[in-house]
């Protein structure tokens, strides 16, 4: 496990302040969020660690293993069970001028509709699917917009990999906030976790139950990241001693 991206991973309670703090900022700013698998990803890519200025748990699995050693933390995912109603609708009220990129064009173009539907005020002046040939053309189209915000749903490491790609690029400081499979599911079903599924803290459930690759992570990722996060803190917090 790598120590700095531990320490870089925040606590869901300061989601919103630190989001604020990002807008303010007079650069841009990458925020991401991590569950078992993506952790992995990230943690073997320095780049990506440095890159990304804000790190957030996106499931119970990881704040609760987290939670053992160090400073507790908890969840925060761009979804409607957490953070991304909120965050959205906070947008479409400041009138930000958002991108919306990510999933496949299909997909992408239902969930905008969808958004737009949802928050009226939403403005939305650019968006496409994530199969992107080229970051540089991609950064040169958001350049002529003054984008304020950057919704990125590609799947880690891709979506981060393009978020500090913008990040180094866009002239205009802005907000870039990943959002995994969040456009997919929004194109499925406006919310797409049942109401009992977020009530009880399910929704993995419901995403093995839909979706094969989920279920082919948490079978065969999810028990290794448990074995080798704890055996490595153990081990960590045995040396300091």
């Known amino acids: 496990m790598n120590q700095n991206l531990n320490t870089k991973l925040l606590s869901g309670e300061v989601f919103t302040q630190t989001s604020h703090q990002a807008f303010e900022s007079k650069r841009s700013t990458v925020i991401s969020f991590l569950n078992p698998f993506s952790y992995y990803e990230v ?15 996106d499931g119970s699995l990881l704040c609760h293993l987290h939670n053992l050693f160090l400073p507790k933390i908890t969840r925060a995912s761009f979804d409607y069970s957490s953070i991304a109603g909120t965050f959205l609708q906070s947008v479409a009220d400041t009138n930000k001028r958002i991108a919306i990129i990510g999933a496949t064009e299909e997909e992408n173009t239902l969930a905008v509709t969808v958004l737009k539907q949802q928050y009226p005020s939403l403005n939305v002046v650019y968006h496409r699917n994530g199969y992107i040939e080229s970051n540089e053309q991609t950064a040169s189209d958001l350049n002529e917009l003054d984008i304020d915000v950057v919704l990125v749903g590609m799947g880690t490491p891709y979506q981060e990999r393009f978020s500090i790609y913008l990040k180094d690029n866009l002239k205009h400081p802005a907000v870039i906030i990943t959002c995994g499979g969040f456009l997919t599911q929004t194109s499925i079903k406006p919310d797409y976790y049942h109401p009992l599924i977020k009530k009880f803290g399910l929704r993995w459930l419901q995403r093995i139950v839909m979706h094969k690759h989920v ?26 001693k």
């Open 43 to 57: 943690a073997k890519d320095d780049n990506l660690i440095d890159g990304v200025d804000y790190y957030f748990s």
């Open 215 to 240: 279920r082919d992570r948490v079978l065969k990722v999810y028990p290794k990241f448990i074995f080798s996060y704890l055996s490595t803190m153990i081990r960590t917090h045995a040396a300091k």
